[in-house]
């Protein structure tokens, strides 16, 4: 009975930062992104600065029409957006946020596969999305997302696997307890290279060629109203928070930091998080959208390229030391 | 020397963050009042005590959204067996803010400074007919008309109080005179005399002064194109 009640409280925490942190995160970049354009951005929802726009943007989702094409693969278009949306619930659950076994939703022993595996699914919601909207934009939308997750894919694994090699296990409170400050310069490339293609994988701008508005309408979703629309925007935000989260937990050391007292290692994870979900904003605000031959580019002739040399870097330090 | 590459992405970065750290340019408006320049166009109002129903501003406007009805009155005779004055007595007068835009002109050519530009800018209405204010809004609107900017330093003296400033030289100058001359045969030092013209020269450019500030702010026009 106690377990039951374990596990139960433990998925609810999970899942009610699933659903804060996203918002967090929209709200802050309305925020910021607003300033960095000179701008106040939202002022009025909620009344102090606009805290409550966010929620009054769910209300307004809820309350539209929830329309589907005429000509649309009914069930697979329906079905989308919780395909996008699920499987980063999914990771959440896996990654640690503090030493203690109450720190993690669930110990995962393969961590690192698990995440890395149930994360490309969240991809495969766009392509449902393009393939079943019946509208050539969404299509064109579908592949480029396709294609991009073939490319990024690779340097996000390679990337995670030398990490995995640094620590020599791939659960993901392994890593974080084996890690020492040095691996930070060490493995520096490999978590840009994350970074970076996990940014590519989200479509998040610069890497939003998928959804390029100003082409192609809003790729993938743009057959989308109301609440499943909402679902892939949360899909996004949730997708930032996985990401950051993920990147904290492998590269930048988890909960450790250079001070503070035990039992608040959590507060360096979430810190580190914050810090790197504020970098995704600022990228998007300062970067123009990649094209598409440039997105390919990228990833086949720099960041696979770096990801295989950082794990040549890794494997060369680990031979030295033992 | 070549740029290091990925210079301009940090520039990129840099700029963005920089902003961020700046006040944002946001006008607050419904919440916060735009602060206005003094001479903004913002809507007509007129002094309608100075209207003479000339019909120059009606005729002049390129888009004829001025409407001026009138009608003639007789005023007796102000000595016994003089003749009887007219005079014209303004009816209506209606500016149709649909049509006009707001080039000026009517201000330009009103002899009497009858019309004015008032920074007022919230009169927008749901009906367009309704945008054809009458003479009782245009003259609240007067109200919001605000003092012409100072001159600039070292400009040429406003017309009214050079003329002003003349006149009372001259005055002083004959008082000097006069005192001059009544002083010489009591064979009292000049430095005395002088002390008073002056001061009367004072209180006469002001009393002048005063007379023009009397009719607010036609009075003051001039002064703001004092440099034309």
């Keep these: 009975m106690n377990d039951v009640l374990d596990v139960a409280f433990r998925l609810v925490v999970v899942f009610a930062v699933f659903l804060v942190l996203p918002l967090v995160i929209g709200q802050t970049e309305h925020k910021v992104m607003a300033h960095m354009q000179g701008r106040l951005g939202p002022m009025y929802a909620g009344g102090f600065?606009?805290?409550a726009q966010l929620v009054a943007d769910g209300v307004k989702f809820a309350q539209k029409e929830d329309v589907v094409p005429a000509n649309a693969d009914r069930r697979i278009f329906q079905l989308a957006p919780a395909v996008a949306l699920l499987p980063y619930l999914l990771v959440l659950?896996?990654?640690?946020?503090?030493?203690s076994e109450g720190a993690v939703g669930e110990i995962v022993d393969a961590g690192i596969f698990f995440v890395l595996a149930v994360m490309g699914v969240g991809v495969l919601g766009s392509l449902m999305a393009g393939w079943a909207s019946a509208n050539?934009?969404?299509l064109l939308g579908g592949l480029r997302t396709a294609a991009q997750l073939l490319a990024y894919e690779l340097p996000m694994l390679l990337a995670a696997a030398s990490v995995a090699m640094a620590a020599g296990t791939v659960s993901l409170p392994g890593i974080v307890n084996a890690f020492e400050w040095w691996w930070l310069p060490w493995q520096i490339v490999g978590a840009l290279v994350f970074f970076v293609a996990g940014l590519a994988e989200l479509q998040r701008p610069p890497f939003d060629m998928p959804v390029a508005d100003s082409e192609i309408i809003f790729g993938a979703y743009t057959e989308y109203t109301g609440l499943r629309f909402a679902l892939f925007l949360l899909a996004e935000y949730a997708g930032i928070v996985v990401l950051c989260g993920l990147t904290t937990v492998l590269f930048l050391g988890g909960?450790?930091?250079p001070f503070g007292a035990e039992g608040l290692g959590w507060v360096w994870t979430l810190l580190k998080t914050a810090v790197l979900a504020f970098i995704v904003i600022w990228l998007r605000v300062s970067y123009p959208r990649l094209r598409e031959d440039q997105l390919q580019k990228l990833a086949w002739t720099t960041l696979v390229p770096l990801a295989l040399a950082q794990i040549a870097l890794t494997g060369i330090v680990k031979v030295v030391n033992s | 020397m070549a740029p290091i590459p990925g210079s301009g992405l940090a520039k990129g970065l840099a700029v963005t963050l920089r902003t961020m750290t700046k006040k944002s340019h946001t006008a607050q408006y419904p919440d916060v009042q735009p602060e206005l320049p003094p001479r903004t166009r913002g809507v007509i109002g007129l002094f309608e005590e100075n209207c003479t129903v000339c019909m120059l501003c009606a005729r002049e406007c390129p888009d004829w959204c001025i409407y001026i009805?009138?009608?003639?009155e007789t005023i007796p005779a102000a000595t016994p067996g003089g003749r009887e004055r007219s005079r014209n007595v303004l009816d209506r007068f209606a500016i149709d803010f649909a049509l006009c835009m707001y080039c000026g002109i009517c201000i330009e050519v009103c002899p009497f400074d009858a019309l004015f530009w008032s920074p007022e800018f919230e009169y927008a209405e749901t009906d367009i007919h309704d945008l054809t204010h009458e003479r009782d809004k245009l003259r609240e609107w007067m109200w919001t008309v605000p003092e012409p900017p100072a001159l600039d330093p070292g400009a040429e003296e406003p017309k009214e109080i050079a003329a002003a400033r003349k006149a009372a030289e001259k005055v002083a100058a004959a008082q000097a005179a006069a005192a001059a001359e009544a002083a010489e045969p009591a064979g009292q030092a000049p430095q005395a005399t002088?002390?008073?013209?002056?001061?009367?020269?004072?209180?006469?450019?002001?009393?002048?002064?005063?007379r023009e500030q009397a009719q607010p702010p036609q009075a003051q026009r001039p002064?703001?194109?004092?440099?034309?």
């Design chain 1, 49 to 51: 600065h606009g805290w």
């Design chain 1, 93 to 99: 659950v896996a990654i640690p946020i503090g030493p």
């Design chain 1, 136 to 138: 050539k934009f969404s």
């Design chain 1, 255 to 257: 909960w450790h930091g």
């Design chain 2, 69 to 72: 009805d009138s009608h003639k």
């Design chain 2, 194 to 210: 002088d002390s008073t013209p002056a001061a009367q020269t004072d209180t006469a450019v002001a009393e002048q002064a005063q």
């Design chain 2, 223 to 228: 002064a703001e194109g004092g440099t034309e």
